[in-house]
């Protein structure tokens, strides 16, 4: 929950740990793309890329074109909803952390 990832923030704060913290956040299976289609999808998705010596950094917006074409826009979709889902939960932590009001 937003509040117990706050109160690990806290805590880490306490000990002076500088390190990044990494907050898992599935997407909800009915909003993901089918497994055996995203797993096809991104074989042939590297496999073109290699076909058209891709490499590097510009793989991923490679493959995130390749994902949009080849899902008919559903890989989009599913992207779209990890998008608002991630900043909604990091909204979440963030109130969770914030210092209580302050009394008048």
Same mark, same amino acid.
């Not at 898992?24 to 793309?33: I, M, T």
């Given at each position: 929950?937003?509040?117990?990832?706050?109160?690990?923030?806290?805590?880490?704060?306490?000990?002076?740990?500088?390190?990044?913290?990494?907050?898992?956040?599935?997407? !909800?299976?009915?909003?993901?793309?089918? /497994?055996?289609?995203?797993?096809?999808v991104?074989?042939?998705?590297?496999?073109?890329?290699?076909r058209?010596?891709?490499?590097?950094?510009?793989?991923? !917006?490679?493959?995130?074109?390749?994902?949009?074409?080849?899902? /008919?826009?559903?890989?989009?979709?599913?992207?779209?909803?990890?998008?608002?889902?991630?900043?909604?939960?990091?909204? /979440?932590?963030?109130?969770a952390?914030?210092?209580? !009001?302050l009394?008048?």
């Open positions: 929950s937003a509040a117990e990832v706050a109160a690990v923030m806290r805590a880490r704060r306490g000990l002076a740990i500088e390190a990044g913290l990494i907050v898992a956040n599935p997407l !909800p299976e009915a909003d993901a793309l089918d /497994r055996e289609l995203h797993d096809s991104l074989m042939s998705g590297l496999r073109a890329a290699d058209s010596g891709v490499s590097g950094k510009e793989v991923t !917006p490679f493959l995130l074109d390749w994902f949009h074409r080849e899902t /008919r826009g559903a890989s989009l979709a599913a992207n779209i909803t990890i998008i608002y889902n991630n900043a909604t939960l990091a909204a /979440r932590i963030a109130v952390d914030a210092p209580p !009001p009394q008048a």
